[in-house]
């Protein structure tokens, strides 16, 4: 069954600390991998998926499939980054998303 | 472009009452998700679709329904609402069904209470 498991529920780091949010999956066929972000009072919108490969607002996820890991990585963590983050999972070729159960951050200043 | 406009923006009822949810999706965009967001259970998908017909469905009763029209807008139904339906509804559109390009635009929500 497709599960996306998101460990913390609360991260708490100061402002320059290195920031690491984890998601790890379990998928049997080949997933595609997303961060999506919400920040206070606004929408839920897409940060980044694994398949651009890119780097949005300084944060970066590697897909490891032997640890089935997609986790989100920013060396130096703004306080405006503090937000709520989801991982999903999206099965290839269709639009069903399966989303962890979000990680809250927040960057002390 | 506008974007995901859903309304009510936030809506009461009673237990065994229906409700029905409405979602506008991004201009040119065909397609149309519903999720279902509580603390306790996080996000779930639970259908989608595309060019008026449903393409995919999570694992919920058969109570929650929903259609497409034309338009593209869409509808979600419940009925006979039971107190654990009380969530914020999510609807999200995209332009293509399932493209790996293709970006999902979430809509601000229904807040649904059941009394």
């Known amino acids: 069954a497709q599960r996306v498991t998101q460990p913390e529920k609360l991260l708490s780091v100061f402002k320059g600390a290195p920031v690491e949010l984890k998601c790890n999956y379990s998928y049997s066929g080949s997933p595609e991998l997303f961060w999506y972000v919400q920040y206070s009072r606004q929408r839920l919108q897409l940060l980044l998926r694994?398949?651009s490969r890119e780097s949005i607002k300084g944060f970066t996820a590697d897909l490891n499939k032997g640890e089935t890991s997609f986790h989100l990585k920013k060396p130096f963590a703004q306080e405006e980054d503090s937000a709520m983050y989801y991982c999903a999972l999206r099965a290839r070729n269709f639009n069903k998303f399966y989303f962890g159960s979000g990680t809250k951050l927040n960057v002390k200043p | 472009k506008a974007g995901v406009t859903q309304t009510p923006r936030y809506l009461i009822k009673t237990r065994g009452q229906q409700v029905t949810l409405s979602c506008s999706p991004i201009?040119?965009?065909?397609?149309v998700s519903w999720y279902q967001q509580t603390p306790g259970q996080g996000l779930q998908f639970l259908f989608e679709y595309f060019s008026e017909t449903q393409r995919n469905k999570g694992n919920f009763p058969g109570r929650f329904s929903g259609r497409q029209f034309s338009n593209s807008r869409s509808e979600m139904n419940v009925s006979t609402l039971e107190l654990g339906d009380s969530a914020l509804y999510l609807c999200?559109?995209?332009?293509?069904?399932?493209?790996?390009?293709?970006?999902?635009?979430f809509g601000p929500g229904t807040r649904l209470t059941v009394l």
């Open positions: 694994h398949i």
């Open positions: 999200a559109s995209s332009s293509v069904l399932g493209a790996s390009t293709d970006t999902q635009y």
């Open positions: 201009s040119g965009h065909r397609s």
